[in-house]
């Protein structure tokens, strides 16, 4: 599964960044630029408030990026065959709603409230400026990621394991 990211700015004259629409494999980050300060970002699916956090970010990962960022942050993984987009923020201030997942037939939209500019980043590879009034909307993108699984491959859960193992305790 994969994402669409749809970057819709607000009215800032002198920033010069414009609006677009990227995919992502694993996972979109807003998070905050180079300040050192939280962002305030209200989170929506479809139309439903879901919380308004105080937080260094947010990241919206599928289920092959949910061993990545957004677990760091506190979200579970999910099995990498599954439909779903996790929500997941990070080092949010006083939150109630912690990590959730959304079926891939909602969007989760983003709204930038206030606070320092931040980056939307697309994998870890391409980011964005954002700033306030900004607003990302992440969906499931209609067609699939094909993987090819060499013979003799690890399954998932055990390479998981393994790699589990790996960390200092």
């Known amino acids: ?19 677009g629409k990227f995919a992502a494999l ?33 990241v919206v990962a599928t289920p092959t990026g949910s061993t990545a960022y957004s677990f760091s942050a506190g979200g579970p993984i999910l099995d990498p065959t599954a439909r779903n987009l996790v929500v997941t923020p990070v080092a949010a201030y006083l939150a109630s709603v912690r990590s959730v ?24 590879r391409d980011d964005y400026p954002v700033e306030a009034g900004d607003q990302v909307e992440i969906r499931a993108l209609e067609r699939p990621m094909r993987f090819i699984e060499p013979r003799n491959a690890v399954p998932f859960w055990e390479l998981l394991r393994q790699k589990a193992e790996l960390l200092p305790a």
């Open 101 to 124: 997942v959304v079926s891939p037939s909602h969007a989760v939209r983003i709204r930038i409230i206030d606070g320092p500019s931040g980056i939307v980043s697309i994998d870890g």
């Open 1 to 19: 599964m994969m994402l669409e990211v749809a970057l819709m700015r607000a009215a800032h004259p002198d920033s010069g960044a414009a609006s």
């Open 26 to 58: 694993n996972d979109a980050a807003i998070v905050r630029g180079g300040e050192a300060r939280v962002m305030r970002m209200e989170v929506l699916i479809d139309d439903s408030h879901l919380a308004t956090y105080v937080a260094d970010g947010i």
